[in-house]
């Protein structure tokens, strides 16, 4: 089990890391997954990643303040905004917009009253 939650921890850094550098792929949240994952396996990699020069920042600002970047929100607030223009612009019908606009809306409103890091 403990191999499954290595694998799961991992693969989470790679996909925040490959997000880095993706427009539409967040990054906080997989690392967050991962430093969670690492908190009750392996305190060993949990202290990696805290400490990471490039990594670590943000889940340190999410533990000690529950704090998102400042740039952070913007990206993901843009991103959700663009999702939800691409959806209009797909018509996929008044059901389906209104749950996706309500989510992104709720998701939206809780990164923007995070305080910002």
Do not use: Y
């Not at 990643?49 to 400042?70: C, E, F, M, Y």
């Not at 905004?81 to 008044?94: E, I, K, N």
Request: contains cysteine; proline residues 8%; hydrophobic residues 55%.
């Amino acid at each position: 089990m403990r191999m499954l939650w290595l694998t799961i921890a991992w693969a989470s850094i790679t996909i925040g890391v490959v997000g880095a550098f993706l427009p539409l792929l967040p990054t906080t949240p997989f690392l967050l997954v991962s430093a969670g994952i690492f908190a009750r396996i392996s305190p060993r990699f949990e202290s990696w990643l805290v400490g990471h020069p490039t990594l670590g920042p943000s889940v340190r600002a999410w533990r000690d303040r529950k704090a998102i970047n400042q740039g952070a929100k913007i990206s993901a607030v843009v991103a959700m905004t663009c999702s939800l223009c691409v959806l209009v612009w797909l018509d996929p019908g008044p059901l389906a917009l209104a749950i996706v606009a309500t989510a992104l809306s709720a998701c939206a409103a809780f990164v923007i009253t995070r305080p910002s890091a």
